[in-house]
Protein backbone atom coordinates (compact mmCIF):
# COMPACT_ATOMS: atom_id res chain seq x y z
CA UNK A 1 0.00 0.00 0.00
CA UNK A 2 1.63 3.49 -1.20
CA UNK A 3 2.11 5.86 1.30
CA UNK A 4 1.66 9.16 -0.57
CA UNK A 5 -1.54 10.56 -2.08
CA UNK A 6 0.79 11.30 -4.74
CA UNK A 7 4.28 12.67 -6.54
CA UNK A 8 3.77 16.07 -5.06
CA UNK A 9 4.47 14.93 -1.21
CA UNK A 10 7.78 14.00 -1.74
CA UNK A 11 9.14 16.42 -4.08
CA UNK A 12 12.32 18.29 -3.36
CA UNK A 13 11.03 21.00 -1.05
CA UNK A 14 12.97 23.87 -3.14
CA UNK A 15 11.12 22.34 -6.37
CA UNK A 16 8.07 23.11 -4.17
CA UNK A 17 9.15 26.33 -3.26
CA UNK A 18 9.83 27.65 -6.92
CA UNK A 19 5.98 25.77 -8.14
CA UNK A 20 4.32 27.37 -5.76
CA UNK A 21 6.03 31.18 -6.57
CA UNK A 22 5.40 30.68 -9.44
CA UNK A 23 1.87 30.44 -9.56
CA UNK A 24 1.46 32.85 -6.90
CA UNK A 25 1.37 35.84 -9.52
CA UNK A 26 -1.31 34.28 -11.25
CA UNK A 27 -3.20 34.28 -7.82
CA UNK A 28 -2.82 37.95 -7.30
CA UNK A 29 -3.79 38.68 -10.41
CA UNK A 30 -7.28 36.80 -9.85
CA UNK A 31 -7.47 37.96 -6.51
CA UNK A 32 -6.70 42.01 -7.62
CA UNK A 33 -10.46 41.29 -10.09
CA UNK A 34 -12.03 41.88 -6.70
CA UNK A 35 -12.46 45.43 -5.30
CA UNK A 36 -11.32 44.78 -2.19
CA UNK A 37 -8.05 43.05 -3.28
CA UNK A 38 -7.72 45.69 -5.49
CA UNK A 39 -7.56 48.25 -3.00
CA UNK A 40 -5.84 46.16 -0.77
CA UNK A 41 -2.74 45.96 -3.09
CA UNK A 42 -3.17 49.05 -4.68
CA UNK A 43 0.32 49.50 -6.38
CA UNK A 44 1.36 45.66 -6.06
CA UNK A 45 3.03 44.33 -9.71
CA UNK A 46 2.07 40.59 -8.82
CA UNK A 47 4.63 40.21 -10.95
CA UNK A 48 7.76 41.16 -8.21
CA UNK A 49 6.00 38.76 -5.88
CA UNK A 50 7.82 35.61 -6.48
CA UNK A 51 9.65 34.86 -2.63
CA UNK A 52 8.98 34.94 0.89
CA UNK A 53 10.24 38.70 1.71
CA UNK A 54 7.94 39.81 -1.05
CA UNK A 55 4.93 37.82 0.24
CA UNK A 56 5.60 39.08 3.87
CA UNK A 57 5.63 42.81 2.91
CA UNK A 58 2.19 42.50 1.52
CA UNK A 59 -0.83 43.05 3.94
CA UNK A 60 -2.73 40.47 6.24
CA UNK A 61 -5.83 39.94 6.07
CA UNK A 62 -8.04 38.50 9.03
CA UNK A 63 -10.48 36.03 9.44
CA UNK A 64 -11.94 38.03 12.33
CA UNK A 65 -12.46 40.80 10.19
CA UNK A 66 -14.31 39.00 7.36
CA UNK A 67 -17.87 39.03 9.04
CA UNK A 68 -18.27 42.95 9.22
CA UNK A 69 -16.77 42.95 5.73
CA UNK A 70 -19.07 40.89 4.71
CA UNK A 71 -21.65 42.38 6.70
CA UNK A 72 -21.15 45.39 5.19
CA UNK A 73 -20.94 44.40 1.48
CA UNK A 74 -22.94 41.06 0.97
CA UNK A 75 -21.77 37.95 0.15
CA UNK A 76 -18.15 38.08 0.13
CA UNK A 77 -17.14 41.98 1.35
CA UNK A 78 -16.45 42.31 -1.95
CA UNK A 79 -13.08 39.62 -2.01
CA UNK A 80 -14.81 37.61 -4.65
CA UNK A 81 -14.95 38.87 -8.60
CA UNK A 82 -15.87 35.37 -9.81
CA UNK A 83 -20.45 35.10 -10.38
CA UNK A 84 -21.83 33.22 -7.76
CA UNK A 85 -23.38 30.91 -10.68
CA UNK A 86 -19.42 30.01 -11.05
CA UNK A 87 -19.54 27.98 -7.49
CA UNK A 88 -20.87 24.77 -6.56
CA UNK A 89 -22.65 25.23 -3.24
CA UNK A 90 -23.13 28.44 -0.90
CA UNK A 91 -22.76 28.02 3.13
CA UNK A 92 -22.40 30.45 6.14
CA UNK A 93 -20.49 29.85 9.20
CA UNK A 94 -20.65 31.39 12.80
CA UNK A 95 -19.96 35.36 12.13
CA UNK A 96 -21.64 35.38 9.95
CA UNK A 97 -19.22 34.43 7.38
CA UNK A 98 -20.51 33.67 3.74
CA UNK A 99 -18.19 30.53 1.90
CA UNK A 100 -18.84 29.58 -1.26
CA UNK A 101 -17.66 26.05 -2.66
CA UNK A 102 -15.35 26.17 -5.89
CA UNK A 103 -16.76 23.76 -8.76
CA UNK A 104 -13.69 21.54 -9.12
CA UNK A 105 -13.32 17.86 -7.28
CA UNK A 106 -12.43 18.26 -3.56
CA UNK A 107 -12.34 21.65 -3.69
CA UNK A 108 -11.30 22.12 -0.30
CA UNK A 109 -8.12 19.66 -0.49
CA UNK A 110 -9.13 17.33 1.98
CA UNK A 111 -8.68 13.95 0.39
CA UNK A 112 -5.16 13.95 1.24
CA UNK A 113 -5.88 13.73 4.46
CA UNK A 114 -8.05 11.19 4.34
CA UNK A 115 -5.29 9.44 2.36
CA UNK A 116 -2.91 9.87 4.76
CA UNK A 117 -5.21 8.88 7.99
CA UNK A 118 -5.23 5.13 5.49
CA UNK A 119 -8.51 5.37 3.84
CA UNK A 120 -8.61 4.03 0.45
CA UNK A 121 -11.04 3.33 -2.78
CA UNK A 122 -13.98 1.80 -1.75
CA UNK A 123 -14.05 1.77 1.63
CA UNK A 124 -17.08 3.06 4.09
CA UNK A 125 -17.01 5.94 5.57
CA UNK A 126 -19.12 7.47 8.50
CA UNK A 127 -19.19 11.22 8.08
CA UNK A 128 -20.17 13.15 11.10
CA UNK A 129 -19.82 16.54 10.12
CA UNK A 130 -22.68 18.92 9.37
CA UNK A 131 -24.18 19.23 6.19
CA UNK A 132 -26.40 21.84 6.80
CA UNK A 133 -25.50 25.53 5.99
CA UNK A 134 -22.08 24.95 7.37
CA UNK A 135 -19.24 23.78 4.47
CA UNK A 136 -18.23 21.29 7.32
CA UNK A 137 -19.86 17.79 5.96
CA UNK A 138 -19.00 19.12 2.38
CA UNK A 139 -15.53 19.33 2.69
CA UNK A 140 -15.05 15.66 4.02
CA UNK A 141 -17.39 14.30 1.92
CA UNK A 142 -16.23 15.74 -1.65
CA UNK A 143 -12.59 14.34 0.03
CA UNK A 144 -13.94 10.97 0.51
CA UNK A 145 -15.60 10.45 -2.91
CA UNK A 146 -12.61 11.76 -4.53
CA UNK A 147 -10.43 9.23 -2.91
CA UNK A 148 -13.20 6.57 -4.29
CA UNK A 149 -14.72 6.34 -0.78
CA UNK A 150 -18.75 5.87 -0.22
CA UNK A 151 -19.88 8.32 2.27
CA UNK A 152 -22.66 7.77 4.90
CA UNK A 153 -24.11 11.50 4.87
CA UNK A 154 -25.05 11.06 8.56
CA UNK A 155 -24.72 14.62 10.13
CA UNK A 156 -23.74 15.12 14.03
CA UNK A 157 -26.60 14.00 16.79
CA UNK A 158 -29.56 11.20 16.52
CA UNK A 159 -27.05 8.62 18.07
CA UNK A 160 -29.66 5.79 17.72
CA UNK A 161 -30.28 6.05 14.18
CA UNK A 162 -26.61 6.63 13.84
CA UNK A 163 -26.11 3.07 14.68
CA UNK A 164 -28.95 1.57 12.16
CA UNK A 165 -26.52 3.08 9.57
CA UNK A 166 -23.15 1.46 11.36
CA UNK A 167 -24.51 -2.06 11.41
CA UNK A 168 -25.98 -1.81 8.05
CA UNK A 169 -23.15 -0.51 6.08
CA UNK A 170 -20.56 -1.26 8.15
CA UNK A 171 -18.12 1.83 7.92
CA UNK A 172 -14.19 1.01 8.03
CA UNK A 173 -13.95 4.56 8.80
CA UNK A 174 -15.14 7.94 10.92
CA UNK A 175 -14.70 11.67 9.65
CA UNK A 176 -16.54 14.11 12.62
CA UNK A 177 -15.44 15.55 15.71
CA UNK A 178 -12.66 13.56 18.29
CA UNK A 179 -16.39 14.51 21.36
CA UNK A 180 -18.71 12.82 18.90
CA UNK A 181 -16.41 9.19 18.09
CA UNK A 182 -16.87 8.93 21.61
CA UNK A 183 -19.86 9.11 22.25
CA UNK A 184 -20.76 6.86 19.48
CA UNK A 185 -17.95 4.41 21.40
CA UNK A 186 -19.43 5.08 24.37
CA UNK A 187 -23.28 4.24 23.75
CA UNK A 188 -22.22 0.97 21.83
CA UNK A 189 -20.36 -0.35 25.39
CA UNK A 190 -23.53 0.82 26.55
CA UNK A 191 -26.22 -0.55 24.81
CA UNK A 192 -24.80 -3.41 22.59
CA UNK A 193 -24.54 -1.49 19.62
CA UNK A 194 -21.95 -2.95 17.15
CA UNK A 195 -19.15 -0.51 16.39
CA UNK A 196 -16.29 -2.71 15.04
CA UNK A 197 -16.53 -1.95 11.83
CA UNK A 198 -14.90 1.29 12.64
CA UNK A 199 -11.32 1.19 13.02
CA UNK A 200 -10.02 4.35 11.23
CA UNK A 201 -10.77 8.19 12.30
CA UNK A 202 -9.96 11.73 10.20
CA UNK A 203 -10.81 14.02 13.22
CA UNK A 204 -10.91 17.92 13.14
CA UNK A 205 -12.99 20.83 14.54
CA UNK A 206 -12.43 20.29 18.39
CA UNK A 207 -9.43 19.49 20.38
CA UNK A 208 -7.66 16.02 20.31
CA UNK A 209 -5.92 15.62 23.52
CA UNK A 210 -3.34 12.76 24.51
CA UNK A 211 -6.03 11.73 26.96
CA UNK A 212 -8.19 11.12 24.29
CA UNK A 213 -6.22 9.57 22.22
CA UNK A 214 -5.03 6.86 23.96
CA UNK A 215 -8.88 6.31 25.05
CA UNK A 216 -9.62 6.18 21.54
CA UNK A 217 -6.46 4.06 20.19
CA UNK A 218 -7.34 1.51 23.36
CA UNK A 219 -10.73 0.69 21.71
CA UNK A 220 -9.04 -0.41 18.58
CA UNK A 221 -9.72 3.14 16.22
CA UNK A 222 -7.16 4.22 14.93
CA UNK A 223 -7.53 8.17 14.83
CA UNK A 224 -5.92 10.75 12.46
CA UNK A 225 -5.82 14.65 12.87
CA UNK A 226 -6.64 17.54 10.28
CA UNK A 227 -6.77 20.97 10.41
CA UNK A 228 -8.38 23.41 8.26
CA UNK A 229 -11.02 25.99 7.61
CA UNK A 230 -14.23 26.39 6.19
CA UNK A 231 -12.81 29.63 4.13
CA UNK A 232 -9.96 27.68 2.41
CA UNK A 233 -10.31 24.04 3.21
CA UNK A 234 -7.23 21.68 4.94
CA UNK A 235 -4.19 23.11 5.57
CA UNK A 236 -2.27 20.68 7.50
CA UNK A 237 -3.26 16.80 8.23
CA UNK A 238 -0.93 14.52 10.40
CA UNK A 239 0.48 11.35 9.00
CA UNK A 240 0.95 7.28 10.09
CA UNK A 241 4.63 8.85 11.54
CA UNK A 242 3.04 10.84 14.15
CA UNK A 243 5.46 13.45 14.29
CA UNK A 244 3.18 16.63 14.03
CA UNK A 245 1.07 17.69 10.74
CA UNK A 246 2.20 17.88 7.49
CA UNK A 247 1.25 21.32 5.91
CA UNK A 248 -0.73 20.37 2.38
CA UNK A 249 0.18 20.98 -0.91
CA UNK A 250 -0.87 23.86 -3.62
CA UNK A 251 -0.64 26.44 -0.57
CA UNK A 252 1.57 28.58 1.01
CA UNK A 253 2.04 28.49 4.52
CA UNK A 254 3.76 31.27 7.00
CA UNK A 255 3.86 31.84 10.82
CA UNK A 256 3.85 35.17 12.15
CA UNK A 257 4.51 37.33 14.89
CA UNK A 258 0.56 37.59 16.58
CA UNK A 259 -0.80 40.52 15.25
CA UNK A 260 1.75 41.11 12.66
CA UNK A 261 2.84 40.24 9.08
CA UNK A 262 6.06 39.23 10.30
CA UNK A 263 7.42 36.17 9.79
CA UNK A 264 9.03 34.15 13.07
CA UNK A 265 12.06 32.73 13.61
CA UNK A 266 12.03 29.42 12.65
CA UNK A 267 11.05 27.10 15.72
CA UNK A 268 8.83 30.24 17.42
CA UNK A 269 5.45 30.22 18.26
CA UNK A 270 2.93 32.34 16.13
CA UNK A 271 -0.04 33.18 14.09
CA UNK A 272 -0.69 30.97 10.92
CA UNK A 273 -1.46 32.74 7.88
CA UNK A 274 -2.31 30.86 4.29
CA UNK A 275 -2.34 32.03 0.70
CA UNK A 276 -4.16 29.84 -1.61
CA UNK A 277 -3.69 29.68 -5.50
CA UNK A 278 -7.32 28.83 -6.61
CA UNK A 279 -8.47 31.08 -9.79
CA UNK A 280 -12.22 31.58 -8.17
CA UNK A 281 -11.50 32.25 -4.90
CA UNK A 282 -8.01 32.97 -4.15
CA UNK A 283 -6.54 34.14 -0.24
CA UNK A 284 -3.83 36.53 0.07
CA UNK A 285 -2.52 36.19 3.45
CA UNK A 286 -5.05 35.15 5.18
CA UNK A 287 -4.64 35.25 9.25
CA UNK A 288 -6.40 32.33 10.93
CA UNK A 289 -6.19 33.48 14.26
CA UNK A 290 -4.36 30.27 15.75
CA UNK A 291 -0.97 29.24 16.99
CA UNK A 292 1.38 27.12 16.01
CA UNK A 293 5.60 26.56 15.26
CA UNK A 294 7.23 24.74 12.87
CA UNK A 295 9.39 21.03 13.47
CA UNK A 296 12.57 20.86 11.53
CA UNK A 297 13.06 18.13 9.03
CA UNK A 298 11.32 16.30 6.77
CA UNK A 299 8.71 13.80 8.54
CA UNK A 300 9.37 10.19 8.50
CA UNK A 301 6.80 9.59 6.57
CA UNK A 302 8.68 10.68 3.72
CA UNK A 303 6.25 13.76 2.55
CA UNK A 304 8.64 16.42 2.24
CA UNK A 305 6.64 20.27 3.12
CA UNK A 306 6.79 21.99 6.34
CA UNK A 307 5.91 20.17 9.81
CA UNK A 308 3.90 22.07 12.30
CA UNK A 309 2.94 21.05 16.03
CA UNK A 310 -0.57 21.21 15.21
CA UNK A 311 -2.85 24.12 16.99
CA UNK A 312 -1.57 25.53 19.68
CA UNK A 313 -4.16 28.09 21.19
CA UNK A 314 -5.62 31.41 19.43
CA UNK A 315 -3.58 34.09 18.58
CA UNK A 316 -5.93 37.20 19.64
CA UNK A 317 -4.57 37.89 22.93
CA UNK A 318 -6.92 41.63 22.57
CA UNK A 319 -7.18 42.34 26.05
CA UNK A 320 -9.32 45.67 28.05
CA UNK A 321 -6.93 47.20 30.66
CA UNK A 322 -8.36 50.22 32.49
CA UNK A 323 -10.74 50.58 29.97
CA UNK A 324 -8.90 50.59 26.74
CA UNK A 325 -8.00 47.84 24.38
CA UNK A 326 -4.57 46.68 24.22
CA UNK A 327 -3.23 44.56 21.05
CA UNK A 328 -0.48 42.21 20.43
CA UNK A 329 0.07 44.51 17.22
CA UNK A 330 1.66 47.27 20.02
CA UNK A 331 3.50 44.75 21.68
CA UNK A 332 5.46 44.45 18.88
CA UNK A 333 5.88 47.92 17.59
CA UNK A 334 7.16 47.95 21.09
CA UNK A 335 9.66 45.61 19.53
CA UNK A 336 10.37 46.96 16.69
CA UNK A 337 11.56 50.30 18.73
CA UNK A 338 13.57 48.15 20.80
CA UNK A 339 15.64 45.67 18.47
CA UNK A 340 18.01 45.15 21.21
CA UNK A 341 15.41 43.30 22.85
CA UNK A 342 14.56 39.40 22.70
CA UNK A 343 10.62 38.31 23.44
CA UNK A 344 8.02 40.62 24.68
CA UNK A 345 5.22 40.18 27.38
CA UNK A 346 2.44 42.11 28.79
CA UNK A 347 1.65 40.52 31.50
CA UNK A 348 -2.16 42.14 32.98
CA UNK A 349 -2.95 41.42 36.94
CA UNK A 350 -5.25 43.40 39.32
CA UNK A 351 -3.83 44.83 42.77
CA UNK A 352 -6.52 45.80 44.95
CA UNK A 353 -9.05 47.22 42.66
CA UNK A 354 -6.70 48.39 39.85
CA UNK A 355 -5.32 46.83 36.62
CA UNK A 356 -1.76 46.79 36.42
CA UNK A 357 0.43 46.18 33.32
CA UNK A 358 4.34 44.99 33.44
CA UNK A 359 6.13 44.50 30.21
CA UNK A 360 8.40 41.52 30.45
CA UNK A 361 11.34 41.95 28.39
CA UNK A 362 14.28 39.78 27.15
CA UNK A 363 17.73 42.38 27.44
CA UNK A 364 20.95 41.54 27.77
CA UNK A 365 21.44 44.53 29.55
CA UNK A 366 19.85 45.26 32.62
CA UNK A 367 20.38 48.56 33.12
CA UNK A 368 17.85 51.47 34.36
CA UNK A 369 18.31 53.82 31.13
CA UNK A 370 16.79 50.85 29.13
CA UNK A 371 13.99 50.31 31.30
CA UNK A 372 13.21 53.81 31.38
CA UNK A 373 13.05 53.97 27.99
CA UNK A 374 10.97 50.90 27.66
CA UNK A 375 8.23 52.57 29.91
CA UNK A 376 7.98 55.87 27.99
CA UNK A 377 7.57 53.87 24.60
CA UNK A 378 4.77 51.51 26.28
CA UNK A 379 2.65 54.73 27.56
CA UNK A 380 3.74 56.37 24.02
CA UNK A 381 1.79 53.14 22.16
CA UNK A 382 -0.61 52.06 24.86
CA UNK A 383 -1.63 55.46 26.21
CA UNK A 384 -1.18 53.28 29.89
CA UNK A 385 1.41 53.31 31.47
CA UNK A 386 3.02 50.22 32.82
CA UNK A 387 5.77 48.91 34.63
CA UNK A 388 8.92 47.13 33.12
CA UNK A 389 10.53 43.80 33.99
CA UNK A 390 14.11 42.63 32.04
CA UNK A 391 14.72 39.23 32.26
CA UNK A 392 17.48 36.78 30.61
CA UNK A 393 17.58 36.48 27.50
CA UNK A 394 15.51 33.27 26.77
CA UNK A 395 13.85 33.16 30.07
CA UNK A 396 10.17 34.14 28.20
CA UNK A 397 8.22 30.82 27.11
CA UNK A 398 8.54 30.05 23.46
CA UNK A 399 4.83 30.21 23.21
CA UNK A 400 3.10 33.24 20.84
CA UNK A 401 2.02 35.00 23.67
CA UNK A 402 2.52 38.91 23.49
CA UNK A 403 -0.07 39.75 26.19
CA UNK A 404 -0.70 37.19 28.90
CA UNK A 405 -3.80 38.44 31.23
CA UNK A 406 -3.45 36.69 34.37
CA UNK A 407 -6.41 38.47 36.39
CA UNK A 408 -8.43 36.13 38.16
Known amino acids: MTDHYDALETRNPDQR ?4 FARL ?5 AAMQAPA ?17 ALAALPVLRKSDLPAMHKAAPPFGRLVAAPLGAFGRLFTSPGPIFEPQAAETDSWGGARALFAAGLRPGDVVLNTFSYHLTPGGFIFDSAARALGCAVIPAGPGNTEQQFELIEAYRPVAYA ?3 DFLKIL ?10 ASSIRRAIVSGAAFPPSLQTEIKGRGVDAYQAFGTADLGLVAFE ?3 RDGMVV ?7 IVRPGTGEPVPEGDVGEIVVTTLNSHHPWIRLALGDLTAALPGPSASGHTNLRIKGWMGRADQTTKVKGMFVRPEQVAEIGKRHPELGRLRLVVTREGEADVMTLKAEASSHSSALAEALAATLRAITKLGGQVELVASGSLPNDGKAIADERT
Do not use: C, K, Q, W
Open 17 to 20: EADL
Open 25 to 29: PGALR
Open 37 to 53: YAERLRGIDPAAITGRA
Open 176 to 178: GTP
Open 185 to 194: LDHAAAHGRD
Open 239 to 241: TSA
Open 248 to 254: TENVIFE
